[in-house]
């Protein structure tokens, strides 16, 4: 069984500075289209369903601001917040197949 | 484009069965490229995979809930069930039903129903 363990699993940051989650993997998942690393990253405020942040472990998906990045490989793996805005507060979740990390609480 | 919609009973009572339906709409279920399946998260929790299955594949559960789940699919209406038998208190949740896609891994949400168990 996948098991992704996020650190850490709460953050406070101050409005215009980096916050970095990262998310570790028990396995390595790679696309059997294009070898890319299978490594999801989700946000998810109050009263909604998780928004799709990231795919392929570093692919922003259409619409998210450029201040959201993806990278790693293998089996660990960060979402990097180059310049937290207000709107940013959220938890965050990984995710492999069907697996999610706990989540991370993402606060100013 | 892909509209995911749960819908069922908001109230169930201890020891009562829960039932869920996911309409799928802006893609069919029998496409082989994806999987369908649900997903529950628990006020102020995580997010909690319930089960999942390919059209043309075996269905696969949680183990945690194995003994009380069954998803079963209605491929003329193109909607999906769920099924979660003798609930507690423990069981109430957003009940969210999703895609995922093999070739990206990443998982379309539906908007998720509160299922609440009390009595």
């Known amino acids: 069984d996948i098991v992704l363990t996020q650190s850490p699993d709460s953050l406070a940051v101050s409005l215009g500075e980096r916050a970095t989650i990262n998310c570790k993997s028990s396995q390595t998942f790679l696309s059997d289209s294009n070898n890319k690393n299978f490594l999801t990253w989700y946000q998810q405020k109050p009263g909604q369903p998780p928004k799709l942040l990231i795919y392929?472990?570093?692919a922003r998906a259409s619409g998210v601001p450029y201040r959201f990045s993806g990278s790693g490989s293998g089996t660990d793996f960060t979402l990097t917040i180059s310049s937290l805005q207000a709107e940013d507060v959220a938890i965050y979740y990984c995710q492999q197949y069907w697996t999610f990390g706990q989540g991370t609480k993402l606060e100013i | 484009q892909l509209q995911l919609q749960e819908s069922g009973p908001r109230l169930v009572r201890p020891s009562e069965t829960l039932s869920l339906t996911c309409r799928v709409s802006g893609d069919s279920i029998s496409d082989s490229d994806f999987s369908w399946g649900w997903i529950r998260q628990p006020p102020g929790k995580g997010l909690e995979w319930i089960g999942s299955f390919y059209y043309s594949g075996s269905t696969q559960y949680s183990p945690s809930l194995k003994s009380r789940v069954t998803i079963s699919v209605d491929t003329s209406q193109n909607h999906f069930s769920l099924n979660l038998s003798s609930v507690t208190a423990a069981d109430t949740a957003v009940y969210y039903c999703a895609r995922r896609f093999d070739n990206t891994d990443y998982i379309v949400w539906g908007q998720g129903t509160l299922v609440t168990v009390s009595s």
């Open positions: 392929w472990a570093s």
